[in-house]
């Protein structure tokens, strides 16, 4: 069976790249949208995600793996899902939104039409798009933007991990 490909979103104030990096493995939670927890459920193991930093960065940062499948989340009565990752890697540079904006290959992307939908699939084109990206000098100049109308809010709750208890 060929491996998804996903994005995930995290205001890094919340949770960032450097917190998975740092503890090596969390647990992917706090996702209450329907259809994030649609997607959610969908992601198997050995899939791949980018790490995608929301709010003032709005860019791909990372790629994780998910080592642990969708399980209900014990620790939230709302009915949340959960699944557990690995950090594979630090992009070699942040790949942000605008840059996706400014590109066709992009069109009717999720990133670019939902910008409140904190899990989404990234079809292999997009993500082979995205790695290229990454490879180039940095494009454009100024914020890049989130959505038309205004900045994403984060997941409500951040990812638990070893150092759940240390995270505010």
Not at 120 to 144: H, K, N
Request: aromatic share 8%.
């Amino acid at each position: 069976m060929a491996r998804k490909h996903w994005l995930v979103k995290q205001e890094p104030s919340a949770y960032s790249w450097a917190d998975l990096e740092r503890e090596r493995e969390t647990e992917w939670n706090g996702v209450h949208n329907a259809l994030a927890l649609i997607h959610l459920r969908k992601m198997r193991v050995g899939d791949f995600a980018f790490f995608y930093h929301s709010g003032a960065e709005r860019s791909c940062v990372g790629i994780v793996r998910v080592v642990r499948g969708p399980r209900p989340d014990p620790d939230d009565d709302r009915g949340s899902w959960t699944v557990r990752v690995r950090p594979v890697r630090r992009l070699r540079r942040p790949v942000t939104i605008a840059e996706m904006r400014g590109d066709r290959k992009f069109s009717g992307f999720d990133l670019l039409r939902n910008s409140r939908l904190s899990i989404m699939p990234v079809s292999p084109q997009r993500w082979a798009g995205v790695l290229a990206y990454e490879l180039r000098p940095p494009t454009g100049s100024g914020p890049p933007t989130e959505a038309r109308s205004g900045r994403a809010k984060a997941s409500g709750s951040r990812p638990r991990g070893r150092a759940a208890s240390r995270r505010h």
